[in-house]
């Protein structure tokens, strides 16, 4: 079971009040999967924001019928992933599969998304910290893609 003040460390919710934090777990559940197992599936409504406790996990994108590129590896003690359940359309953009079994903490996202919203200040708080964890992501998927390139010395028409 995690507490307020583990929750507090994790790259989302640092900086809440231990009354809000405590009001989060009680929405929230432990849960633990085998190496192997889908968390969600890309396409799918996105009910939940997860945060990892221990193990590893891959978000991959489906490109084309069974062809699918990993995108992230999360691996650090209080990541989230998930985030679309916290984003319009509040669909999955990626498949997140354990590599290693792990437990990760899930987040009602209705839930939250009633917080955040019923509190302005506490949901101006997440989004800023949501949106720089977002943009860090995307600028280190670039930053390999391009190293990808480089390596194989592939040029644009």
């Not at 792990?102 to 987040?107: C, F, G, K, P, T």
């Not at 995307?138 to 592939?154: D, M, S, T």
Request: glycine residues 6%; proline residues 4%; contains cysteine.
């Amino acid at each position: 079971m995690v507490s307020a003040n583990w929750l507090r460390k994790t790259e989302l919710f640092e900086g809440l009040e231990e009354s809000q934090l405590n009001d989060l777990l009680a929405h929230s559940i432990s849960e633990t999967f085998p190496g192997g197992k889908i968390i969600f599936y890309q396409e799918k409504e996105a009910t939940h924001l997860y945060i990892l406790i221990q193990g590893a996990v891959d978000l991959r994108v489906k490109a084309q019928e069974e062809i699918g590129f990993l995108t992230s590896q999360i691996q650090k003690e209080g990541a989230i992933f998930g985030i679309p359940s916290l984003i319009e359309p509040y669909c999955y953009n990626v498949t997140a599969e354990c590599i290693l079994p792990s437990e990760v903490l899930s987040i009602e996202s209705r839930y939250l998304r009633k917080k955040m919203e019923e509190d302005p200040k506490m949901g101006m708080q997440i989004m800023r910290k949501l949106i720089f964890i977002y943009y860090n992501r995307l600028n280190q998927l670039r930053k390999e893609i391009a190293n990808f390139f480089k390596v194989f010395k592939v040029k644009a028409p």
